[in-house]
Each structure stands twice: as structure tokens, then as C-alpha cells.
């Protein structure tokens, strides 16, 4: 019989996955509980650039699109947050650390988005680097991480679909949609790059989650794989990766490419980036505003669960 | 005019200029369970919209397209009531509107769904379902905010009473609607309206709005002032790239 | 103030069972449910819905793991494929 962290390790071993109950080293719990967090945080900012279209969209259709996909991202800033919860933390104290800056979000939320060809870049870089980091995590080693990430992944298949239709349509357009494309193309590249973090070698929590389980591939390894991937995709829609050390290895199939500049990434990390306190602001505006309503809504169910005592008695 | 272009243009724009107020909730609600709730009922809104406006463009017959309609018509070109144009104030005035509106929607769909029309009978059979759901949604927060706190209740008791002057608007008859015989007439709406838009306001514990003056003037094109600002930023893009496909 | 958390149990079509989807926050049982049906069924996930306060649900403790769920392992004879049927005998 093993208990406690025997037991954990020996699931671990065997690739099984731990459930909310389960003894955990307190660095596991830790650790999850940071990258949920981190996760929940990044999609409910995440839903602001692209919000800030919705009442722009060209099209009656993409509007209705843009809706439904901003909306799955509250609903998988959601999922997230409860998934965190499970290891007995409270949703409304994670939203206190994501307001006081104590805990981050990914970085490139902090980017602006200034054209509609925007959307189509967040869909189609964004979401298809998000999806690279996120589809591994779909088998991450504790259980309710794994399960909403399932559910994400399912969910934002649509996502990257739609981005990328958009940059389509547009690269098909006029000259002026054209160069919104390539423009877009241009801005959104080097930050879709850092998503994946660091390289490898100064990568700070790497290695130990990756015995753990909650990490599967190398920030290098998913950052080539998303390379790889996207660059045929740019050729189709006819618009030009700028990098112009781009090459593309015949025999691996492999592209080379140069690094992003990822002195850029830590001055974002640090709040340096161009809108940092503006989705930050946004994001306690709105929490701050909504908090008469939540109370009245605690202070009804209140009411009604007396009056509910009362009539029994 | 067409009669029918006309009668399913207001109706086709109410429901989208109601979609671009509820839409901009997204990302400011109360907490993430209500951005998503409200996603749901904006989406619901701009896809009667959609079905409306593809419908009065091909009722119209000069090959205008939903988007032609919603992007390249300018102001007083917009039938909507004003209503749906107003600003959304704090939740509980947009939740005072939802309230009114949907109330009113639901009443409506549910008679246009027995009209002669097919394809005005089909929207509204779909959409009655999904505005029953607002109205409900309307309901259970006008509920909670009205007998929550004292802060709640005075804002709930504002909401009402801010988007109450602009109620009437949505049930005038007019010529229009008593020559077009599928239309419904909103006049023999409005005492039911009442009655169960009160009975919601009574348990919430509010007071009845009492305001007589009544605004009028979107069913023939003249809107608030706000307006403006909503279609600029609603046409913008489509506009600055005439012929573009998107 | 801090809002109750829900579990939300989703039957996904006629005859079958409900199953546990995730959870949320909501002030009352009533908005449970609407939110439920906002966040878990946007796709036509579900017909049905249960939502359960989270601290009304007993948990078994993996603590006890072994002396809840161990016990059953060696009692194959609960399995049909324990029996040995003869050849030729059918339906059984």
C-alpha cells in the first residue's frame, strides 16, 4: 500500500493523473495553482482586444462570430478558475492578485489591436500558438486541469479557424485589405513568437514541471512547432513572414528562424508593455462596477433562504 | 415604400440596435458567469436581426443585402425605437431595458408567429423561445437588485424609471401597421405589457414608474443623440472600404 | 462576500445519466441553473441539468482508498466471465 507521496509519485510514474483529494508536494499544488491562475487571467484579459471590436465588425457575420468567441473565452477564463479552485483556492481571491498585479498574465494581451486585420492575426497567430501550448495540456498530470483544458481545446478549435478565414478574405480584397493583412502580419509575429517563453535554457520552471507532469514539451520545441506550421499558411494567404532569416531546412522540413527579441517580452512581463494598465484598468473598472451587484445578489439570496427558514418552522 | 420592408426594418432594427448596446457588456459584466449570459442573449438579438434584415432586402427587392442595410444606411434611416438606442447606464438600467424590451418582444413573436407572412412567422416562432429566456434573465436580476441592498434598490428603482419614457414608443399604432395585414399592431400589446412588466416590478419590491411624458420619433427616423455615435462606431470600417468583402 | 460555488451535472441526451462538467459561482440555486445553462450547454451540450452546492457533496477520502475500494478486487465471482458454461448451452 502507498499513501500519501508515495502514492504521488507512483501515479505520477505511471503517467496517471492526480485528482483534487490526492496528497501533492505543496510545490506541486504551488505550481498549478500559478499557471491556472495565469491561464484564467490571460483569457478573461484576453477577451479585451478583441472585445473592442465587436462593435466595429464589418460584417453583421463576423460580428456574430467575434461575439460567440469572446464570450467562449469568459467561459474558459471560467472553466479555469474552477479548475484552480479544486485546489482550495477561492476564484474571487485569484481575481484579487490578477487586480493588484500580483499575478500575470500572458503577455501578448498586452499588445493593441488596431485594425480589424488584428482580429484575423489574434485568431490565426494568437489562438494557433495558444493551441500548440494548450493541446499538451490536455493530458497535464492533475485531473480537472487536464478536463477543462479539454474542454478549451474543443471549443477554440472554431477560433483559430475564423482568424485565419478573416486574413483570407482580407489577402483576397483590396489593396487597402491587402496591406491591413500584411500589416497585421508584421506587428503580431514577433510577440505570437514569445508566447511559447523564454528559450529553453533560461526558462526558470521548466524542468521541475516537466517531472511533474503539468508540462509536457520544451518552450523550444513548441515555439519550432508553431514556426513550422504557420509559415505554409502565411505563403496560402500570400502575405510575407518578416524574418528575414527565415529558411526552410528541405531535409528536416524544419524552418529556421531568428529569435524574437526577447529583452521585448521581459519589459512587457514587467508592465512596460503598450497597454498593460489599460486592460488592467479595464479589468478592475469592471470588477469594481459589478460589486454592488454581486452583493445585492448575496444579500438576496439571504433574504430569500430566511423567509425560506421562516415558513418551515 | 413597401409596407413589409418597412414594417420588418423595424423590427429588423430593434433587434440589432438592441444587439450592439447588449454586446458591449462583454468583457465589463458583473462577474464572468453574467459575460457570458449576456453574450448569449446579444447573439440571440443580432441573429433575429440578421434573419430580419436579409428578409426586408429581399421583400424590398433592389438587392440590398443585411449589411447594406445595417452599414450603409445613415441615421434617419433607422426605424428602431429609441429604446434600444439609449446608452446602458449601470447594470440595472440595462437590465431595466431588457426587462421592457424583451416583455414587449415576447408578446410580439408570439403573435407574429400565427401571421400569413412565412417568413416573418418563422423568425418569430424561433425567437420567441429565445427572448422568453431575456425575459427571464430581466426577471431574475430586476428581482435580485430590487430587493438586494439599499444601494441595489435605488439603482434597480432609476433603471426603470430612466428607460420608462421611452416604453410608449413601442406600442403606437400607426397607418402603417393597420393597413399591413400581417403586421401586428404593438397598441394591443401593451396592456398585457403592463401587467406583467408590474407584476415583475412589484416583487422586486420597486415602485411602479410614474413619468407621463412619453419620447416618441424612431419609428419615423429621429433618434437621441447617442445614436450617432452608436452607428459611427457600428459602420465605421465598412465604410471607410466601400465594395469590400469581408 | 464570497458566492457560493456550484457543481453542475449535465445529462447530455435522453437516457443517459447526468454527468459531472465542471463547476460555477452563482448567488442562488435559481441563478445557478440559468448560469449553467449560459456557460455548459452554449453547444447543445445538454438536456437536462443538475447544480449541487459544492459543500453539500460527501466525499470519499483517498485517505481511505484502500480500505473503500480494495476489498471488491478479489471477488470475481460478482463477474459473469467467473462461470464456466458448458458448450451448447445458449441464453444464459
Known sequence: ?313 | MNDLFVYTLRLGDDALIAAQRTAEWIAAAPQLEEDVALGNIGLDQLGQARTLLQYAGQVEGAGRSEDDLAYFRDERDFLNVQLCELPNGDFAQSIARLLYFATYQHLLYEELRGCADETLAGVAGKAVKEVAYHVDHATQWVLRLGDGTEESHRRMQAGLDTMWPYTAELFTSDALVERLEVAVDPSTLHDEWERRVTQVIDESTCARPTSSYQHSGGREGRHTEHFGFLLAELQHVARSHPGASW | ?92
Open chain 1, 1 to 313: 500500500m502507498l499513501a500519501g507521496m508515495d502514492s504521488f509519485q507512483a501515479t505520477i510514474e505511471a503517467d496517471g493523473r492526480i485528482e483534487p483529494r490526492d496528497a501533492m508536494p505543496e510545490g506541486y499544488r504551488k505550481t498549478l495553482i500559478r499557471q491556472i491562475a495565469q491561464h484564467a487571467h490571460s483569457e478573461i484579459i484576453g477577451m479585451q482586444p478583441e472585445g473592442n471590436w465587436i462593435s466595429r465588425a464589418p460584417s453583421l457575420r463576423r460580428k456574430a462570430i467575434l461575439m460567440a468567441k469572446v464570450q467562449d473565452e469568459a467561459g474558459h477564463g471560467l472553466y479555469l478558475y474552477a479548475a484552480a479552485e479544486t485546489l482550495g483556492v477561492d476564484r474571487a481571491d485569484l481575481l484579487d492578485l490578477l487586480h493588484s498585479g500580483k499575478q500575470k498574465y500572458s503577455s501578448i494581451f498586452n499588445y493593441p489591436t488596431l485594425t480589424w486585420a488584428d482580429i484575423g492575426a489574434i485568431g490565426w497567430l494568437v489562438d494557433g500558438a495558444a493551441i500548440v501550448n494548450q493541446v499538451p495540456l490536455c493530458r497535464c498530470s492533475y485531473g480537472p486541469y487536464a478536463r477543462a483544458m479539454v474542454r478549451v481545446c474543443k471549443e477554440e478549435s472554431f477560433h483559430q479557424r475564423q482568424g485565419f478565414e478573416i486574413l483570407h478574405t482580407l489577402c483576397n480584397g483590396t489593396e487597402a485589405q491587402k496591406a491591413m493583412a500584411q500589416d497585421a502580419l508584421n506587428r503580431w509575429w514577433w510577440p505570437s513568437l514569445m508566447m511559447f517563453g523564454p528559450p529553453d535554457a533560461s526558462s526558470t520552471h521548466s524542468e521541475q514541471s516537466m517531472a511533474w507532469g503539468i508540462k509536457r514539451h520544451s518552450n523550444d520545441e513548441l515555439r519550432q512547432r508553431f514556426v513550422d506550421m504557420t509559415v505554409p499558411q502565411a505563403d496560402v494567404l500570400g502575405i510575407r513572414v518578416p524574418d528575414e532569416g527565415l529558411t526552410c531546412d528541405e531535409e528536416t522540413g524544419h524552418y529556421s528562424f531568428t529569435e524574437p527579441d526577447f529583452t521585448e517580452l521581459y519589459e512587457v512581463v514587467k508592465g512596460n508593455g503598450p497597454c498593460n494598465q489599460q486592460r488592467l484598468a479595464h479589468r478592475v473598472k469592471a470588477h469594481e462596477d459589478g460589486a454592488w451587484v454581486r452583493e445585492a445578489a448575496a444579500a438576496y439570496a439571504e433574504k430569500q433562504a430566511a423567509k425560506a427558514q421562516g415558513s418551515a418552522a
Open chain 3, 1 to 92: 462576500m464570497i458566492e457560493p460555488l456550484w457543481e453542475v451535472f449535465i445529462r447530455s441526451r435522453r437516457g443517459l445519466s447526468h454527468v459531472h462538467v465542471g463547476s460555477l459561482h452563482a448567488p442562488d440555486a435559481t441563478m445557478a441553473l440559468r448560469n449553467a445553462r449560459d456557460v455548459y450547454t452554449r453547444r447543445q451540450e445538454g438536456v437536462s441539468i443538475w447544480v449541487v452546492p459544492a459543500t453539500d457533496i460527501t466525499a470519499s477520502s483517498p485517505d481511505e482508498k484502500d480500505e473503500f475500494f480494495d476489498p471488491a478486487g478479489d471477488k470475481v465471482y460478482r463477474h459473469p466471465t467467473f462461470y464456466q458454461v458448458p458448450e451448447g448451452v445458449d441464453h444464459l
